[in-house]
């Protein structure tokens, strides 16, 4: 169990709990008077409080002296947990996580916390759950309607059958569920922990075993690795001989994964090679299951959790090893509320906890690069596709005066033909959701403009139905046009509903399935529609959702439409996004026994970037951004902060961020500091707001980070600040 904080002081007349509050942007504690005979009361304990005319939950924080003679102080109502649930190493990495991200403790609190425990809940069970169906089942099984609760309850009737195994059974089990046990068809059950063998996986290559080697001789202590591996290299591989190693010695091992769409997928390949039950933690769960994979892993009960972001929060009593797969992906970095990364927060905390962190990527971050050479972090290479599977081949084609259908060029959809024929499937990745990008007249040249926004609204449904895919407002579109009355209204361009519509039409032999935002809201909804595709000729049309870690055999031909839009940015990192994204995209054709294309559509094809891929790979492209990065001191050689502001007027928000620079200078005189700014934001108005920004960076973290602290208090008092809604977002990684 994690260490016990240092016990309340001797002087109980004196000592009154301080308790961090979630929910508040204020940078303080609150204090409050012990529960009377309540002497074990320690850090880490929830309690119950008074605050104005509510009640609160908060965190016992510190037990000490009032700040004033505490005469008047409130008590606390309840206090909630018998021991801390926040406690040792996981107490102190949240500690400098605030200090880090200058955030009130209290709000990244809340933000570790599952939110049943962050609504005062109590601990759950961790048992395993089932279900079988009840006597009143079996006698109404013959008499049940076909659907998906007789196809539940006809596997129920086989014998009891875990939450977990239902999961890869039954899409949308617990809908099917709730009705079997309205009725008192079927009842819970208490199951034994899973004890299937262990799989055996493929013998390691000698890139794999030199770095799987390398990890096991570091096993015991701390120490940061890059696992830096083409597409198919099998870092996956390496990643579960490590875990292994790791369970064999009583460890705790934690892998964290980008997207929920992977989480699936990598359960059930973990769970078959590792024999023992692997949780999952991401948003597509219950409150309920979050908060019983966290208790489990708080108890020691789990062994191996696979997650999206927030699993970096989760407590590890036992640690041996955590994962970061795709540690270049952007979805680690929250955007709002405590704007942490779960990369750089999962470093943190193991060299805290004292064990070693893989982070695996075929395109790594410029971060993560600049740290390998500089040899703060090990770098590990797989610089071939394990077993038979060979690189694709890739080719641009040049669409420049080209008609197109879709935004489909005649030589794509040749080849799309010929890979289908060849009994192949085929990916078109369109990195734009939706029918189409903008709904123009053609008699006057209306576009269809979010009101509340600086952003064309998305046509979606087949040109039925308008939506901002910024602050979500939607709308029927008009019958005719707003401005001249016109009946020319067409959309413009196409998003991955015109792919699918216009691929389906081309090709109505063969499965097309979408994927994007708009088909996988549902839970497991990507492994569905993978499934869907089955092992036959096909086609997917989908999003970067496709480009992030998916196994997918029979895919041979990727083809990448729509890429132009990436070649010309604003943001210093669009480049580095952009050569991930093609890379990663292109690294799923191939990846069996069979060859593998990629076709690159462009209207750019002497563009350096796609130059720079090429002729010299991911690699090439890192040595030469890193250098301009370099010459021009952006990060990883600088460091950066970015202070937002939101108000209704820009003059407003300006005004604000223009006293933030005058503070920033005045308590910081003498460091290295420059300010960019203020300037409006790449998208001035989102959701009626107007939106500036002012960028701080310093050639030293130290320096920075002095910096805000002297100058954020006096911020935090500001007039100015009170009329604005204004945020703090300490390594950038997104301009927006």
């Known amino acids: 169990m994690p260490v016990t904080p240092p016990p309340t002081p001797s002087n109980p007349t004196r000592a009154v709990w301080k308790v961090a509050i979630g929910g508040l942007p204020l940078p303080r504690l609150f204090d409050y008077r012990p529960i009377e005979g309540d002497d074990g009361a320690v850090p880490g304990c929830r309690v119950r409080v008074p605050f104005g005319s509510r009640e609160r939950i908060g965190v016992i924080a510190a037990v000490g002296p009032a700040d004033d003679d505490g005469a008047d102080l409130k008590p606390a109502l309840e206090r909630l947990d018998a021991t801390p649930l926040l406690a040792g190493e996981l107490w102190d990495s949240l500690r400098w996580l605030a200090h880090y991200t200058h ?41 049940l309607r076909p659907g998906r609760p007789r196809r539940l309850a006809e596997r129920l009737a086989q014998g009891e059958v875990a939450e977990d195994e239902l999961d890869s059974l039954f899409d949308d089990w617990r809908a099917a569920l709730r009705s079997l046990d309205g009725r008192g068809l079927v009842e819970q059950v208490v199951m034994t922990p899973a004890t299937a063998p262990a799989q055996p996986g493929p013998e390691p290559n000698d890139e794999q075993r030199a770095a799987i080697d390398a990890l096991l001789a570091s ?82 009960q789990a062994r191996v959790v696979v997650g999206t972001r927030s699993a970096v929060f989760l407590p590890l009593p036992d640690a041996g090893l955590i994962v970061v797969d795709e540690e270049h992906d952007g979805s680690y970095k929250q955007l709002d509320g405590i704007r942490y990364h779960a990369r750089d927060f999962a470093i943190y905390r193991a060299s805290q906890l004292n064990v070693p962190i893989v982070l695996g990527s075929a395109t790594p971050s410029m971060e993560s690069l600049r740290n390998a050479r500089t040899q703060r972090y090990t770098h590990l290479h797989l610089r071939k596709r394990a077993g038979v599977a060979k690189p694709p081949a890739v080719r641009v084609i040049d669409i420049r005066k080209r008609a197109l259908d879709a935004g489909l060029s005649n030589e794509l959809i040749d080849a799309l033909s010929r890979t289908l024929e060849a009994g192949g499937q085929a990916l078109v990745f369109k990195n734009r959701r939706g029918y189409a990008p903008v709904l123009l007249c053609h008699d006057c040249g209306w576009s269809a403009e979010c009101p509340r926004c600086d952003a064309s609204m998305t046509v979606h449904a087949k040109g039925r139905r308008l939506q901002c895919h910024h602050c979500g407002a939607s709308k029927r579109s008009p019958d005719a046009c707003p401005d001249c009355g016109g009946l020319a209204l067409q959309p413009q361009g196409a998003g991955t509903e015109k792919l699918e519509e216009t691929l389906a039409a081309r090709f109505p032999q063969v499965p097309v399935v979408r994927i994007d935002k708009g088909t996988t809201r549902n839970r497991d909804a990507l492994v569905g529609h993978i499934e869907a595709l089955g092992q036959g000729p096909g086609l997917l049309v989908g999003t970067q959702m496709l480009a992030k870690g998916h196994d997918l055999p029979g895919l041979t031909l990727v083809a990448v439409v729509g890429i132009d839009e990436g070649l010309f940015s604003a943001d210093f990192r669009a480049p580095e996004k952009l050569a991930q994204l093609l890379v990663q995209v292109s690294g ?91 300037l409006p934001a790449p998208m001035p108005r989102r959701a009626g707001y107007q939106r500036a920004q002012l960028v701080v960076s310093s050639n030293a973290r130290p320096a920075l980070h002095a910096a805000l602290d002297a100058a954020l208090p006096s911020i935090r008092e500001l007039p100015e600040a009170r009329r604005v809604r204004w945020s703090l977002d300490v390594d950038p990684v997104d301009l927006y």
Request: glycine share 10%; hydrophobic share 45%.
């Open 103 to 143: 955030e009130p403790f209290g709000e990244v609190v809340a933000t570790a916390l599952p939110t049943l425990l962050r609504h005062g809940e109590p601990l759950p069970h961790t048992d395993r759950l089932g279900w079988r169906l009840s006597a009143a089942g079996v006698d109404a099984l013959p008499r």
């Open 219 to 300: 096993r015991d202590a701390f120490g940061a690795f890059l696992l830096d591996g083409i597409t198919g290299s099998g870092k996956t591989e390496v990643y579960l001989h490590a875990i292994a190693d790791c369970l064999a010695r009583g460890k705790q091992a934690l892998v964290l994964v980008p997207e929920i769409g992977l989480t699936p997928q990598t359960l059930a390949r973990f769970r078959a090679r590792l024999g023992v039950p692997v949780y999952a933690l991401h948003s597509g769960l219950s409150d309920g299951e979050r908060a019983r994979t966290w208790a489990a892993c708080l108890r020691g």
């Open 588 to 678: 799923r054709a191939g990846r069996a026994d069979r060859p593998g294309e990629v076709l690159l559509q462009t209207h750019h094809p002497e563009h350096p970037l796609l130059h720079t891929l090429l002729t010299g790979g991911y690699a090439q492209f890192a040595d030469e951004e890193l250098a301009l990065r370099e010459e021009v001191q952006f990060p990883p050689f600088a460091h950066m902060a970015m202070f937002r502001a939101e108000a209704r007027d820009m003059d407003v928000a300006n005004a604000f961020l223009v006293q933030v620079r005058a503070h920033l200078e005045a308590t910081s005189p003498g460091a290295v500091l420059t300010t960019h700014g203020p």
